[in-house]
């Protein structure tokens, strides 16, 4: 297979991770089909600069194969894509007619064709079209969702990365991505996404400071690795900068590989001898790989200049603690205390030393000892129990300390709502009952404590389904799952909720189960089997994520997000299997070649690029008739396939058939190709033949 003859296959996969922020690298083919050449030269001129003749143009030429996918075609869905990519330049001035016009000819569309336009499915849409790297068109639902309110972290995330596309100003990004962790601040790939823009733009300062933010707070493999030689790679072009050795050693440290991190960090030290916080990270890493002793030292190191650091002192207490120095580390928490009076830190550590052992009074009373005027207020009280449900500790000690605030303090709101929330998510519905009668009581205008009396006399079911909803609104997954299990008996429409929250957590597999719980009780619903498959594409199961996927559309032939996720997970599929195709070609393993392109052909029956690769093995295996059949199905399939002319026609001449590989040049040459050098080739081929048949 002569890589000249290659075709660029629809779109190639670098990665997917199509979780909240699902973002997808991608290479795309250009645009095929009535004014594509045009469009794709007028898309590369909007890279370089976005004039107003250029965008003009762009627009109506849109409009224009939207008509024509419409009514030539009858493809509404690509017809209605070509109007978003002209809207998102015309959104501009909503108030212009040509806007208006044309918003309208999208939502009449939209109507006739069935698809749904809520604001979930034109987000999956929007991804789905950044996928087919229709980048304008995307953008348009990006932007639109943006106004209206709805999940714009993760819009204008995916507005940045379509900048990368459309723009050749490598900073255009950065202002969606700094406004999408605005929003979110722990979006780690929207700051990795910032860092690399920043290393880029030789920001190398900057780059650190929102790298290091970055890999606090999170564990991806795939930004770990990228880092990794972003800031190797850093390192050779600067070899004196402290910093780029503490970020990847810090990297380093993620993944586990000690022994690395231990020689970055050291070096960094070397060269910044007076950074306490290198040095605070080289303790830290001590204590992880359990060198307690040198750890303790490294942190004497420092707190012998900086006495007040309280971080320093927390590390050192923890060493303390290790090596069962019990009443150490205990004083150095008391320092802490003595220092800044609301350290949690200190006293969670505190906590941590007597837990199980001595009451929280004694525990409390060693938070303060040269304090004898220190008394417990209700608002320390729930305060401290707040600190220990944050961080899932004993919920009977965090019980225990909300009714002592509520005890000193009758009308302390917080404490009655926070107590209640523990009895819900344990399911003590009686005791969450009878204290909310109370506070109710205590604190009739409260608007909190109403809004829960107010479903105190609702069914048990509708109360937990309610507090659920609460804890989905703030992204508290896992107590959203208490709530959810508490249900009984639980529906498609509950299993399907606990699924979500699960995908929320990354817990694929337990996704999965629930998606088919749900479907065990409900196998009806589309979008179930479209939620389910977008878990099995987190799992790397495509197979599976695309049979998910044609049963969502064969239950609902409008489900607009799950055509468009097959159709481009179609052409991925295909592409894989092409490609290891093409590896046992590049062999001479023809029979193992042929096998897989039969297995491509079978399941993608209606693919053109199937049978004109296939053809192309046939043909090295001297098959020549069935090779001439197959680049007749790939034409056939696609009238603009010009490749598959040409290589018919050189099938057709190894058969001997001159007459019909001359038509088949002529059809090649026909087809508007592309390819320099096979043109001159088929012009050449077509006077020796012309001759000798004309």
């Known amino acids: 297979m002569r890589k000249r003859l290659l075709i660029p296959l629809i779109c190639t996969t670098l990665f997917i991770q199509l979780g909240t922020s699902a973002q997808v690298a991608t290479t795309c083919s250009p645009k095929t089909g009535w004014g594509a050449d045009n469009i794709n030269a007028l898309e590369q001129k909007l890279r370089q600069c976005k004039d107003s003749e250029t965008i003009d143009k762009y627009v109506n030429l849109q409009k224009k194969r939207s008509t024509y996918f419409k009514i030539f075609k009858r493809d509404n869905i690509e017809a209605c894509d070509n109007l978003r990519a002209a809207l998102y330049f015309l959104r501009k001035n909503k108030n212009s007619v040509d806007y208006k016009k044309t918003l309208d000819k999208l939502n009449e569309l939209m109507l006739k064709s069935g698809f749904q336009n809520d604001d979930y499915n034109r987000l999956e849409v929007a991804k789905n079209l950044y996928l087919e790297c229709k980048y304008y068109a995307s953008a348009y639902e990006f932007e639109e969702l943006i106004e209206k309110g709805f999940e714009c972290a993760q819009c204008y995330e995916y507005l940045g990365d379509i900048e990368q596309k459309i723009n050749n100003d490598k900073t255009a990004p950065l202002g969606y991505y700094k406004k999408s962790i605005e929003l979110k601040p722990d979006n780690a790939s929207a700051l990795f996404k910032i860092a690399t823009l920043l290393y880029d733009t030789n920001r190398i300062d900057m780059a650190i400071e929102y790298y290091s933010r970055a890999i606090n707070l999170t564990d991806d493999p795939e930004i770990l690795k990228k880092g990794m030689v972003i800031f190797t790679r850093a390192i050779k072009n600067r070899p004196t900068n402290a910093n780029l050795y503490e970020v990847l050693g810090a990297t380093y440290e993620k993944t586990g590989d000690y022994k690395k991190t231990y020689e970055l960090y050291q070096k960094a030290i070397f060269l910044n001898p007076k950074d306490i916080f290198l040095k605070y990270r080289l303790g830290g890493l001590l ?244 939620s389910l498959a977008l878990a099995y594409l987190e799992q790397k199961s495509p197979k599976l994520a695309q049979s998910m996927l044609l049963k969502a559309i064969e239950l609902d032939p409008k489900n607009l997000k799950a055509i468009k996720l097959s159709n481009y997970l179609r052409g991925q599929i295909v592409t894989s299997l092409l490609n290891e195709a093409y590896n046992y070609y590049e062999k001479k393993q023809y029979e193992k070649a042929i096998d897989v392109a039969n297995e491509a052909a079978k399941r993608y029956p209606q693919d053109a690029q199937v049978y004109y690769y296939r053809g192309i093995i046939l043909e090295a295996m001297q098959m020549y008739p069935q090779a001439v059949k197959d680049y007749k199905m790939a034409v056939k399939l696609n009238r603009a396939f010009s490749l598959g002319y040409y290589s018919m026609a050189k099938a057709y001449e190894k058969m001997g058939s001159g007459r019909d590989a001359l038509e088949a040049y002529e059809k090649y040459l026909s087809g508007n190709p592309k390819e320099e050098e096979l043109i001159k080739e088929a012009e050449k081929k077509v006077v020796e033949l012309g001759e000798k048949y004309y």
């Open 287 to 530: 204590y992880e790989t359990k060198q307690y002793p040198q750890a303790t030292r490294v942190y004497d190191n420092i707190l012998r200049d900086n006495l007040y650091e309280s971080q320093i002192r927390a590390g050192k207490a923890k060493s303390l603690l290790a090596l069962g120095q019990t009443n150490a580390a205990l004083k150095e928490y008391q320092i802490i205390l003595a220092i800044y009076p609301e350290s949690k830190q200190a006293k969670y550590g505190i906590y941590e030393i007597f837990k199980g052992k001595k009451s929280l009074d004694y525990i409390i009373d060693n938070f303060y000892p040269l304090n004898e005027n220190f008394k417990p207020t209700s608002e320390f009280y729930a305060e401290f129990a707040e600190l220990l449900t944050s961080l899932d500790k004993s919920n009977d000690d965090a019980i225990s300390l909300y009714k002592r605030a509520i005890e000193l303090n009758p009308k302390n709101a917080n404490a009655y709502l926070k107590l209640y929330e523990i009895y819900e998510l344990e399911g003590k519905d009686s005791l969450a009952n009878e204290l909310i009668k109370k506070a109710h009581k205590e604190l009739p205008n409260n608007e909190e404590i109403k809004k829960v009396f107010f479903y105190l006399n609702k069914s048990t079911d509708t109360k937990k389904d309610q507090l659920a909803l609460d804890y989905l609104k703030n992204e508290q997954w896992a107590h959203a799952i208490k709530m959810y299990q508490q249900i009984e008996p639980k529906t498609s429409q509950v299993y399907f909720a606990i699924a979500n929250c699960y995908k929320a957590l990354k817990n694929y597999p337990k996704a999965v189960e629930n998606y088919k719980k749900a479907l065990s009780l409900d196998d009806k619903h589309s979008d179930t089997y479209y």
